[in-house]
């Protein structure tokens, strides 16, 4: 299984594509009527942009570049990464369905409750690998 690097890198550049054809398909409603309905679209393309391809190529490259605790675990413990990649991810889509229109304003609150505790579990991971470092 690829390391948790390379998923959360992924993942963001899965966000990215999408957000930018999101971003796209509005920016195209602006000139046409038929494509009126995509200004809607607005908040899951800025969330997926803003959140999800940004904070998650983050998360993905300070997990990869951060140094390992001496004698621990090449990458720390894993499972609290991919926790909060789950929950990121999770986060994304609740915050960016939130904003349509027809969605309930819980999900929009419960998206960004999963978006901060994701963001928690993963400093809470890292902070022991910026800690150890000692430079030789």
């Known amino acids: 299984m690829p390391r948790a690097s390379v998923w959360l890198v992924r993942t963001a550049l899965l966000h990215l594509t999408l957000g930018a054809g999101i971003g796209a398909v509005a920016l ?5 009527a038929a494509l009126a309905f995509s200004l ?13 391809w940004t ?17 621990g675990a090449k990458g720390g413990d894993t499972a609290r990464v991919w926790t909060a990649w789950a929950l990121l991810n999770a ?10 229109p027809a969605v309930s304003g819980w999900a929009l609150a419960s998206g960004r409750l999963a978006e901060v505790a994701a963001a928690v579990l993963f400093a809470t991971h890292a ?10």
Do not use: D, N
């Open 28 to 32: 195209a409603g602006k000139a046409s």
């Open 40 to 52: 809607a679209l607005r908040p899951v393309h800025v969330e997926c942009i803003l959140i999800g």
């Open 55 to 71: 904070l998650q190529l983050a998360f993905g490259v300070a997990y990869w570049i951060l140094p390992r605790r001496p004698g």
């Open 91 to 100: 986060g994304v889509i609740a915050v960016g369905l939130g904003g349509l």
């Open 127 to 136: 902070w022991p690998r910026v800690r150890s470092y000692t430079p030789a």
